[in-house]
């Protein structure tokens, strides 16, 4: 049944005119119960992050032993023995010379540590006017003020914000099969440019690595990753990866930076970590931007700290879900969920399908406009799946845990739409 809300301010909704949404009172694997006890197949993993499915024992068992001691500590001047663990845990899984683990509690916060982390580096080292990013079009990093700069500018949901954030500097986004292809040329080229000229003003690239989420859900070639690390080192400009929605397995590897074996100065992990169960991020850095901070100068620490970083019940959580990932073949599954998607959706045609795209554990239909997406909601409530189309994207990217035939029905229900969208010509 649908709820009409009125005092809960619903996000990326115009509230006067949005379809009432649908009421959960239980989740259970991958399933979600409605209160009028119909029940959906989530095949988005409420926005990428409930790898484990809902209501997972193991998670469940690791937050009632952190909630018996206490549920947090101030990380100022305390610690406790779950972050400590969890940041252990991230230095040892991350890529190489990442090592010191910075946390907040969200993935637009962790996104802001990366960027105010890149400044101070380059203050540290006594160049205060590298203070400047660049990102790719088609990104979306977060919606605070610092990630949405760094955010396409004009394809973007914060278009109405253009001239009041801080203007970045833009390359077009890399795409195609291979490094050969014309949009990988074109993005380094520009790449290159840039840093030659403004090298001075720029403190670091960012980007999502592999995979580009909410600005368009577009992937691009691994090797993108090793010409990007060359010329930051060339031009000495740092590389953060975005993976808050990579990370943790989506792309088929640990880390989508592991596919083309590049390590960024800074890491950025939020959405899977917990497994869906509380707020929170990672931002990891290599020893030498963290010895920047390192000196004799109180003025020089890093001057940042969220009141809930380290949330001792959070970190309990994220280290249970890493070890579920690491012994339960998560890596495996992903590669099966690849595999039927492939076979279901990869390179599937029809009217007003512009392409039908796979990699992972994520299936994207792109449509040529979100009017074909209208009304698809109720379509795929009909018949017991919960998708979330943006825009013009009606994509997958289920829990881990998903069996076959689950995972099917979500695909069944793709298809279905866009053989209806044929017959609605
Ligand atoms: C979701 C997302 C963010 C923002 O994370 P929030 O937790 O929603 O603040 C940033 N970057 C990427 C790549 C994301 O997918």
Redesign the pocket.
Known sequence: MTTHVNSLWLPYAQMKTVVPPYRVVRGEGVKLYLDDSKVLIDGISS??CVIHGYNHPVLNQAVQEQLAKFAHVMLGGLVNDAAIHLAETLVRITPPRLNHVFFGD??????EVALKMAIQFWRNKGVPQKSRFVALRR??????TG?MSVSDDDEGMHRLFKGVILSQYFVDAPGGVDIESEECKVSLHQLAELLKSNNSQIAAVIL?PIF???GGFRFYPPEYLSHARRLCDEHEVLLIF?????GFGRTGALFAAELANVTPDIM?L??ALTGGYF?L?ATIATSQVYESFLSDDPELAFMHGPTFMGNAVACAVASASINLIETENYLGKVKAIEQVLFEEIQGLEGASLCDARVLGAIGVLEFESPSNLMGFREFALDRGVWLRPYSKWLYTMPPYIIDEDDLRRITTVMKEWVSYQGKRI
Do not use: L, P, R
């Not at 990104?139 to 605070?144: A, C, F, K, L, R």
């Not at 975005?242 to 990579?246: F, L, P, S, V």
């Open positions: 926005w990428w969200s993935g637009s916060v962790g996104v990104g979306y990093h977060g919606d605070t990630a999502e580009q989420g909410a975005d993976e808050i929605a990579t950025v939020s959405k707020g991020s």
